[in-house]
């Protein structure tokens, strides 16, 4: 077979053939092209990836493993990741999207955690184009499809619509569980002598080859693609997540590794390769579900609820009586041995025999060049001068409201469960997101971000901005930081401005994680996000994990009554460039977001948190897209109160009310608490703005909307 029918480059294929000291087999250069595919080996993106911060106070477990996990106190940990399934969500939209839910929970359960909480992060092309509805509505029903059956709560997410997703919807999927420390399963603890057994549905021939599908431009004719994605059962997997987790506490496996990119092949190997042992298969004791399938089709097979196992000889029995109780096939298909190799038989005769650590570590990383964009100046080229100031601020205001970014996604949540398994405290259309930890009785807030637009045209800031706004919606949530997962989504990195794009964002990511002490646990990278028409916008979208230690501590938005004193905490005017309503009037990208200071940033983190902690707001909101004036209308909606906002304009009123950037919120504030919140927010910039009342947002010398006007314009 030609190396580069299987996937290879010239070079990956020399490296191979040099290892073995013999020429590949077909098999083997088939299984060696898709893990060492982009989205399995991470070629392009190791370096890079080196930059993140990864260790800290609460870290337990970091990257390399199926899940990062922190400790959230008393001896339990939270197991967090994100992923993408961009490619199969846009070539098959229900089933793609739903098998990236059943994905990423198993990661978590092999962590031998219960999957708690689940969140999604979607990008959608041009909201007025019907395909752009079309998948928008397949994917948004195969993730409440699935998740609402395998009975994990949706607890919220992010939506942004953008023409440059046309033809390339993102969907991220992110998933956390709670787990003892003290009994944390690895991939790193296979030894000689032990079974290895897969658990779960039967193989077949869906999703073949779905990583390297992954790692390429999609085809202009996706229907093509469609034998790659994978066909999901959450019935099937919520019956796995139970037998697994029975079978982890009563300790009748050593490890557990999700059957996900390339199937029985990644998940053996990985395990090989972490626990430094040999791994020999037989392909012919493989429950299938197509009898003429061939070896390397077994081997990748991307069959959905499966898991593989590690068993002592001794429990297997134990194993597969536990097995038969839940209604899952079980099957003895391979041995531990000692040695790094990794063995495929079929038909008594080895079909693959390579080193373990090859596979799994091997692959030449790519350097690729990086240059900047050749109109990277003339995307700065902007100033609000550009920008005529509207007549009627009211209606400016109601269509960003009413914009397909900002507009309320009731449709969206509404098709989730967010309250399954009732550990909810707040579900989807908040700033965060927060879940109970039944176990110690503490909260977990979790906020997923991502700014495209602003990354477009300053990748550092914009990466940075990404990560700070965040840790800002925790802290104002009154949560710690814990740790963060990334999702890196973007086009082509053959493309030297476009790598460049890569690299400058995840340094700013890795500048804002580093300085506001929140490591990088877990994270995904998809690249090829493109095809012939159209590229991605470079979109790395961000879950950062905070802990509230008491419940009572907990701050939340939309909460404001009457009498309360609004404050501004930040500076009053911010930045047009890359914002929300930079998009709704002009529909470009133009100017350059504000730099961070991370000095500022830190002292903002502290401060909201101690406003939390010692309760001296009613409501707390962090500004983000839409700037302050969508701040106002969300917390005037959510209250069901309106407001009188008086504050001077420094300013053109277009940036005091829609700029974007820093380290901003909104504060309601009791009359009784007024001298305490003052106090706490010494040395920072601090606006008294209005005061709570009535039955509309007025802001003065600007415009007036009533409650019903701000809820017809959000959609709700």
């Known amino acids: 077979m030609d190396y580069a029918k299987a996937g290879l480059r010239r070079e990956e294929f020399e490296a191979i053939r040099s290892a073995l000291k013999r020429e590949p087999t077909d098999c083997e250069l088939l299984v060696m092209g898709v893990m060492w595919s982009e989205h399995c080996c991470y070629k392009s993106s190791k370096p890079l990836l080196r930059l993140f911060p990864t260790s800290g106070d609460s870290v337990v477990q970091g990257p390399g493993e199926n899940a990062g996990v922190v400790a959230i106190g008393d001896g339990w940990g939270a197991a967090f990741k994100v992923e993408s399934h961009n490619h199969p969500s846009a070539v098959s939209p229900y089933q793609g999207a739903a098998t990236g839910v059943g994905g990423i929970i198993r990661d978590i359960l092999a962590m031998g955690a219960r999957p708690t909480a689940s969140m999604d992060g979607l990008c959608f092309g041009d909201a007025q184009e019907p395909k752009t509805r079309r998948l928008a509505r397949g994917i948004v029903a195969g993730i409440g499809g699935y998740g609402n059956a395998v009975g994990v709560p949706t607890v919220g ?53 779905g990583a390297a599908f992954a790692s390429a431009e999609l085809g202009d004719d996706a229907k093509a693609s469609r034998p790659q994605v994978q066909i999901g059962d959450p019935f099937e997997e919520k019956l796995l997540i139970e037998a697994c987790l029975e079978l982890h506490e009563a300790g009748l496996i050593v490890s557990m ?3 996900g990119a390339a199937g029985i092949t990644s998940s053996s190997s990985e395990i090989a390769a972490k626990s430094g042992v040999a791994i020999d298969l037989d392909l012919d004791a493989v429950p299938l579900r197509e009898g003429d399938m061939e070896a390397w089709e077994i081997l990748l097979s991307e069959s959905q609820e499966r898991m593989l196992l590690i068993v002592l000889p001794e429990k297997v029995d134990a194993v597969l009586s536990q097995a038969t109780r839940w209604g899952l096939e079980c099957a003895v298909i391979g041995d531990v041995r000692e040695g790094d190799e990794w063995t495929a038989r079929k038909d008594g005769t080895i079909v693959a025999a390579l080193p373990a650590t090859l596979i799994g570590e091997g692959c030449p990383e790519l350097a690729w060049p990086a240059r900047e964009p050749d109109d990277l100046e003339s995307r700065w080229d902007f100033g609000p001068e550009e920008m005529d100031l509207p007549c009627d601020w009211a209606a400016e205001t109601k269509a960003l409201l009413a914009s397909s970014d900002l507009t309320g996604k009731n449709w969206i949540h509404e098709s989730y469960d967010s309250m399954v398994r009732l550990a909810t405290v707040e579900g989807p259309g908040g700033p965060v997101s927060v879940i109970r930890v039944r176990e110690n009785g503490r909260l977990l807030s ?12 300053d990748p550092y800031r914009g990466g940075a901005e990404t990560v700070a706004r965040a840790i800002r919606a925790l802290a104002v949530s009154g949560a710690t930081p814990l740790g963060l997962t990334d999702c890196l989504n973007y086009p082509s990195p053959e493309k030297a401005d476009q790598f460049w794009e890569l690299a400058e964002s995840v340094r700013g990511m890795a500048d804002c994680c580093r300085e506001l002490a929140c490591p990088v646990v877990s994270g995904n990278v998809s690249l090829y996000n493109e095809t012939s028409r159209h590229r991605i916008l470079p979109t790395p979208l961000v879950v950062a994990v905070g802990l509230i230690d008491d419940p009572s501590e907990l701050l939340r938005w939309g909460r404001w009554a009457k009498g309360d004193r609004l404050f501004l905490v930040g500076t009053v005017a911010s930045s047009l460039s890359g914002s929300e309503y930079q998009q709704h009037r002009l529909g470009v990208l133009r100017g350059r977001p504000l730099a961070i200071s991370f000095e500022m940033e830190q002292e903002f983190v502290d401060k909201a948190r101690s406003t939390a902690h010692l309760q001296l707001a009613r409501s707390g909101r962090p ?22 906002v008086h504050m001077a304009v420094p300013t053109r009123p277009d940036v005091l009310l829609f700029g974007e950037g820093g380290p901003r919120a909104l504060y309601a504030v009791p009359a009784q608490k007024l001298e305490a919140f ?19 947002l007025h802001i003065r010398g600007l415009c007036s909307l009533t409650l019903a006007e701000i809820s017809q314009s959000l959609g709700r």
Do not use: C
């Open 157 to 209: 997410g992010k939506t942004l619509y953008d023409k440059a997703y046309n033809d390339n919807p993102l969907v991220n999927a992110f998933s956390l569980g709670i787990v003892r420390l003290d009994r944390m399963a690895s991939a790193s603890t296979a030894r000689p002598g032990q079974k290895v057994l897969l658990l779960g549905a039967a193989t077949g021939r869906d999703g073949i080859a």
């Open 257 to 259: 590794q999700d059957m």
């Open 446 to 457: 979790m906020a997923m971000e991502t700014d495209p637009r602003k990354t477009f045209l």
């Open 623 to 644: 500004i983000a897209g839409g700037g302050l004036a969508v701040a106002l209308a969300k917390e005037t909606h959510q209250s069901g109160t309106g407001a009188l």
């Open 678 to 696: 003052r106090k706490n927010w010494a040395s920072f910039p601090l606006t008294e703005i209005g005061i709570v009342g009535g039955e509309a």
